[in-house]
C-alpha cells in the first residue's frame, strides 16, 4: 500500500448517510414561522420534496442512500485522502497530517454529494424543474450537473458580482444545461425591490436565495434546493467523513483534530459529525471549523432565531448570526459568506462539542500556496482556510514537539479562482475583521418572535 495516498474500493461508498441528531444532547431546536410556532411541514411542502422534508426532521441514526445516488456516487467516489507528507517536512512538524480530497468529482467539491441527492428526491415527487441561488458559482455548478442527471430543469441567480467575476463558473453551469441569472434581476418581487432601492446592488446570497424561493413557492412543478445549511443537506455530506474514518481505518491512525472549513456549515459537518459519533461514544477527538474573520459567524455572531435570507421568506432558524442583511465585504472565499450557519452545527458549538476559529484572508491564501507547493493540489480559497488552521496546529506541534494526527478536509479545487491568487500574488488582498459594532447592529434588526 502506498504511504501517500489511502485509497478505498467502491464497494466501501457508504450504503447509508449518518445523522447526528441520533447523538446529539439535546433534541435539535425546530425553525420557526414568524408567529414563534414550529414551521408545519405543509408549509415546506411548497418549496421542498417530502423525502427530503423526512430527512430534515429524521432522529433515525442512519439514513440509506438510494442506489440510483450511489450509482452516480461512483463516478467521483470513495474520494482519496492523502497523508501529507512533503506538507508535514517543509513545516518542519512531528505532527501527522492527512486531507481528504472532495475536489476529484465533476463540478470540483464536495457539494455535488448533496445535490446528486436532492435532485434525485425531487425527481421522484414528480418535480421538473429546481431554482438555487450560488455565490462563487460551486453550488450553482453542482445542482446543474446533478439536474442533468436527472432530467431535472435547473434556474440558477447568481450573486451579481460573482456572475461578473467568474464567467467560466456560469458557463459551466450552461454546460450542463441551467439557466443562470445575474442576483439581483427583475424576475422577482425580492429582486425589483432591490432594483429599486440600489440599481447597482451587487448582489448577496441572502438576496439570491429570496429571489431562488420566491419563484419555487409561486410555481407547483418548481422546488428550491439549498446548498447548506439545513439538516438533509448535512446529512448527505457525511459520506465524507464515513470514508475518512475507514481510510483511518486502513491506515491504523485515527485523529486528534479534524478541521474544516464553514460557510453555512455543510462541509464541515459532513467531515466532522462521523467523527462526533466516536466521541459520544467517548473517543477523544476535537472538531475544529474554521470560518474567515471577515464573516465569523460562530466566533462573533450572535446565537439566536434569524431568517436564512435578506427578505424573510425563510423560517427563522436558531443560529450563530451576523443578522440576516448582513453585507459581506469582498473576501475571495465566495462560499464562506453566508451570515449564518447550520442549525445542528451552530446547536453542537453552543453546547461545546465542537471549535471554531477565524482566520484572515491573507494567512489563508499563505497556506493555501505553501499546501500546492508541498502537496501539488491547488486548493479552493474556501479549502485554504481549514488549511490555514490545520497549519497553524501543525507549527505548535512543531513548538511542543507533540506528535498530534492532524486531519483536514479539502473541500474542493481553486480552478476557477486564480484571479484570486493573481491578487494575492499582486499583494492587493486585504485583511478585514467584521466589527463587533456591526454585530451589535444587526442584533437590533434581528427578527422579533411572538411569544
Ligand atoms: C461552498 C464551499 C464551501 C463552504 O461550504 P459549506 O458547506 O456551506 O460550509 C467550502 N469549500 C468549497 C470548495 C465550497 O465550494
Redo the contacts with the bound molecule.
Keep these: 500500500m502506498s504511504d501517500i495516498k489511502v485509497l478505498l474500493n467502491e464497494s466501501d461508498i457508504p450504503t447509508h448517510w449518518y445523522n447526528v441528531v441520533a447523538d446529539m444532547p439535546k433534541p435539535p431546536l425546530p425553525p420557526l414561522a414568524p408567529d414563534g410556532n414550529p414551521v408545519t411541514p405543509e408549509q415546506m411542502l411548497a418549496i421542498f420534496p417530502g423525502p427530503l422534508l423526512e430527512q430534515e426532521m429524521s432522529g433515525e441514526r442512519w439514513i440509506p442512500i438510494p442506489e440510483e445516488v450511489r450509482q452516480i456516487y461512483k463516478q467521483w467516489r470513495p474520494t482519496p485522502m492523502f497523508r501529507a507528507r512533503r506538507l508535514e517536512q517543509m513545516l518542519g512538524t512531528p505532527a501527522k497530517i492527512y486531507y481528504k480530497y ?2 476529484v468529482s465533476p463540478a ?4 455535488v454529494n448533496t445535490s446528486v441527492p436532492q435532485a434525485f428526491f425531487n425527481k421522484m415527487v414528480g418535480i421538473t424543474r429546481l431554482t438555487t441561488e450560488t ?2 458559482g ?2 450553482g455548478s ?1 445542482i446543474a450537473f446533478a439536474g442533468q442527471m436527472f432530467g431535472i430543469e435547473v434556474r440558477v441567480y447568481m450573486v451579481k458580482v460573482s456572475y461578473n467575476q467568474k464567467p467560466f463558473r456560469r458557463s459551466m453551469m450552461q454546460t450542463w444545461g441551467a439557466e443562470v441569472f445575474a442576483s439581483p434581476t427583475d424576475m422577482t418581487n425580492a429582486g425589483r425591490t432591490a432594483l429599486a432601492a440600489d440599481a447597482n446592488n451587487p448582489g448577496s446570497l441572502g438576496l439570491a436565495i429570496s429571489e431562488a424561493v420566491e419563484e419555487a413557492a409561486s410555481r407547483k412543478d418548481t422546488n428550491y434546493s439549498l ?3 439545513l439538516n438533509h ?2 446529512l448527505h ?1 457525511t459520506v465524507i467523513g464515513l470514508e475518512a474514518k475507514k481510510q483511518f481505518e486502513k491506515v491504523g491512525d485515527y485523529p486528534d483534530m479534524v478541521f ?11 467531515t466532522a459529525f462521523p467523527f462526533l459519533a466516536d466521541k459520544a461514544a467517548g473517543k477523544k477527538v476535537r472538531l475544529v471549523a474554521a470560518e474567515p474573520s471577515s464573516c465569523p459567524s460562530l466566533t462573533k455572531g450572535v446565537y439566536a432565531y434569524d431568517f436564512g435570507d435578506v427578505s424573510g421568506y425563510t423560517p427563522l432558524m436558531k443560529m450563530y448570526t451576523l443578522g440576516h442583511d448582513f453585507m459581506p465585504p469582498s473576501i475571495h ?4 459568506r ?1 451570515h449564518g ?2 442549525p445542528l452545527v451552530c446547536q453542537l458549538y453552543n453546547e461545546g462539542l465542537i471549535e471554531a476559529v477565524a482566520v484572515p484572508q491573507i494567512a489563508t491564501f499563505e497556506a493555501g500556496v505553501q499546501f500546492a507547493r508541498a502537496e501539488g493540489i491547488i ?5 485554504c ?1 481549514a488549511i490555514r488552521a490545520c497549519i497553524d496546529e501543525a507549527l505548535r506541534c512543531k513548538q511542543s514537539g507533540e506528535k498530534k494526527t492532524l486531519f483536514f478536509n479539502l ?4 480552478h476557477f479562482d486564480m484571479a484570486s491568487y493573481d491578487k494575492y500574488f499582486a499583494g492587493e488582498l486585504v485583511d478585514y475583521d467584521y466589527p463587533e459594532a456591526a454585530v451589535k447592529e444587526a442584533l437590533k434588526r434581528l427578527p422579533k418572535i411572538a411569544a
Design positions: 472532495e475536489g470540483g467539491s464536495h457539494k455565490g462563487a460551486q453550488w453542482s446548498g447548506s445549511v443537506v448535512c455530506q474544516a472549513c464553514c460557510g453555512g456549515g455543510s462541509n464541515f459537518a459532513g472565499a465566495g462560499g464562506l453566508y450557519d447550520s486548493p479552493a480559497p474556501e479549502s482556510h473541500s474542493g479545487h481553486g
